[in-house]
């Protein structure tokens, strides 16, 4: 039996974060870790898949630098398929080769003491790893996600990979069905459709990236339509079959066969926790499977079990991922904090990318939540970077006046999106972003005409709102000049006098009428 003050399961993104941040403070602590240290992210998912989506970007930057004034002719790229493998190796460098030889010596001189093995619960207070029994004050579970296999008959009959496989694989596919539409598949089909495979995605709802908002979705199917990627929305694969010539044959719900070399299937992730024996530990699941917890990150009916990643099922990303991790181990210091999700951003890393953050539902309490779009080709850069516009969409509350939610497709929205992210975080109001100033020409420049439409929105509805209280409360008002604001408000309901507003703009007249205003506070 071994004790430690804090014993993580899980060595990924949250739990190496939580184990490296602890033992600095002066915990002891263990790591118990099955696979990689440092989890999917730098190996088998973000970093590698990023990095292919950079070579193909590159790929068809390329075959438009006679459009764009750079070259007398379009580069000679080379056969696509052979270019997939120079970026597959790129790929693998990037991703250290799938070997976490450097992370886990790092981590163990750092102090922490790692255990590898499956980790399983064998009591109220212990946990079993390669026969050696752990003991903690603090538990932290981070064992992340894995993906979700759907139920087709014959599935089992065909070599299909899942994301890890067709983010790890040195050449492609000749012909790709990607069973599924979310921003994996979308990234995953853009990688090997740029490099030359024939490439379907089959999604069963109504969009693709079914939880952005539909006119953005729509334009992120335009876009991979345009590259040459077939997509069939709607639609189930009802039968799987491996051919004799060892190819996969798919029977989908719309009638359609399709033959293809490989198929991947990028059909959602759910929580890894089955198999821990968690009950013996007296968490109960969720309805996804996933660890329940409160703000503190601390687990549901639990004094000193925490849970952070995407085994949590909230906002399943790295950063979220990251962003628990702090919460914990300020926490288990002897902190007290909160985790405030109002402003995870999240992306999809195709060419454009997909980004969103907040919320553009209006189902919260007393919110009136309104929308303003602009076109990406309405603003300058769009022109000087001969770009193929795109879409910005804002959604703010009405009632409190501050941005609700943010969703862009479009060059680079993956970076400009973070002035959103910041201002639904820290609830900037609606009059003061519509006051900020951005540089010409960027891309940035897309949030000044749709938030001045919020902003002024969010003034009329103040006002219109204002009008109503007072006819519902019949108000007799007092009306008294505020010396601070210099507007004219009842003292007892806080309306204001329509008539008696100063123009912010025309210093004179202000003076003129503070005289105005001061005998008429002097006669009440
Ligand atoms: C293809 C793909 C691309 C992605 N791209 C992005 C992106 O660009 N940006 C982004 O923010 N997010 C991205 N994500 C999501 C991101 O990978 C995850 O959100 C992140 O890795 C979650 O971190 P985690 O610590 O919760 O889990 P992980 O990093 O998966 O760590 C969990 C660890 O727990 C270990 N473990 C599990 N059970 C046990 C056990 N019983 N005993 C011992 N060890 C155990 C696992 O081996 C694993 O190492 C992507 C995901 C996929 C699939």
């Known amino acids: 039996m071994k004790n430690f003050d804090v014993v993580v399961l899980g060595g990924g993104t949250a739990g190496e974060a939580v184990a490296k941040n602890l033992v600095e403070a002066g915990k002891s602590v263990a790591l118990v870790e099955k696979l990689r240290v ?57 991703a250290s080769y799938r070997n976490d030889t450097d992370t886990a010596s790092e981590i163990i001189k750092s102090g922490v003491a790692l255990f590898r093995g499956d980790g399983v619960f064998t009591g109220i207070n212990s946990l079993s790893v390669n026969g050696e029994s752990l ?15 759907p139920d087709i008959p014959g599935l089992s009959s065909i070599d299909y990979w899942r994301s890890d496989q067709a983010i790890s694989t040195p050449n492609a596919p000749k012909s790709i069905a990607i069973v599924g539409g979310g921003p994996v598949a979308c990234e995953l089909a853009q990688i090997f459709s740029r490099f030359g495979a024939k490439t379907t995605i089959i999604e069963f709802g109504d969009q693709l990236a079914g939880k952005e908002h539909p006119d953005v979705a729509l334009r992120l199917a335009a876009n991979l339509r345009e590259e040459g990627i077939t997509i069939f929305l709607n639609t ?48 109960e699941l969720g309805e996804k499977g996933e660890i329940l917890i ?13 849970a952070a990643g995407d085994v949590t099922a909230i906002a399943p990303f790295t950063h ?37 953050v907040g919320n553009f539902s209006d189902s919260e309490k007393n919110t009136k939540i309104l929308t303003s779009k602009i076109e990406l080709s309405d603003v300058s850069r769009n022109s000087t970077d001969s770009e193929n516009g795109g879409l910005l969409i804002l959604a703010a509350n009405l009632a409190t006046g501050v941005l609700a939610g943010a969703s862009a497709i479009g060059p680079h929205a993956d970076e400009w999106m973070a002035e959103a992210t910041l201002a639904i975080r820290a609830e900037i109001p609606l009059a003061v972003l519509e006051d900020v100033v951005h540089a010409f020409p960027t891309f940035g420049e897309a949030f000044e005409i749709p938030l001045r439409e919020l902003a002024r929105q969010h003034r009329l509805f103040n006002s219109e709102s204002k009008k109503a209280s007072s006819k519902m409360t019949q108000c007799e008002h007092e009306f008294l000049l505020d010396e601070l604001t210099k507007e004219v408000k009842c003292i007892k309901c806080g309306d204001l006098d329509d008539e008696m507003q100063l123009p912010n703009h025309a210093l004179e007249i202000e003076e003129e009428k503070d005289e105005f205003y001061k005998t008429q506070v002097s006669f009440e």
Request: hydrophobic letters at 40%; aromatic letters at 4%; one cysteine or more.
């Open 38 to 94: 440092g989890g999917e992210c730098a190996y088998i998912s973000c970093m590698p898949s990023k990095a292919m989506l950079r070579s193909a970007q590159a790929r068809t930057l390329a075959k438009k630098l006679l459009a764009l004034g750079a070259a007398t002719k379009n580069p000679d790229l080379g056969d696509a398929f052979q270019a997939f493998e120079i970026a597959a190796r790129r790929r693998d460098e990037i």
């Open 135 to 149: 003991t903690w004050i603090d538990l932290v579970i981070a064992t992340g996600s894995e993906a979700t296999i």
């Open 236 to 283: 189930e694969v009802t039968k799987a079959e491996l051919t004799a010539e060892k190819s996969s044959r798919l029977t989908l719900s719309n009638g359609q066969v399709l033959m293809c070399d490989r198929v991947i299937i990028a059909a959602g992730r759910h929580p890894q926790t089955s198999g821990l024996n968690l009950g013996l530990i007296g968490i």
């Open 294 to 306: 409160d703000g503190d990150c601390r687990v549901l009916g639990t004094k000193n079990i925490w």
């Open 320 to 356: 979220t991922a990251n962003y628990q991790a702090r919460i914990i181990v300020e926490n288990i210091l002897g902190g007290s904090r909160k985790a405030n999700y109002s402003a995870i951003p999240r992306a999809i890393y195709t060419d454009p990318p997909v980004t969103s």
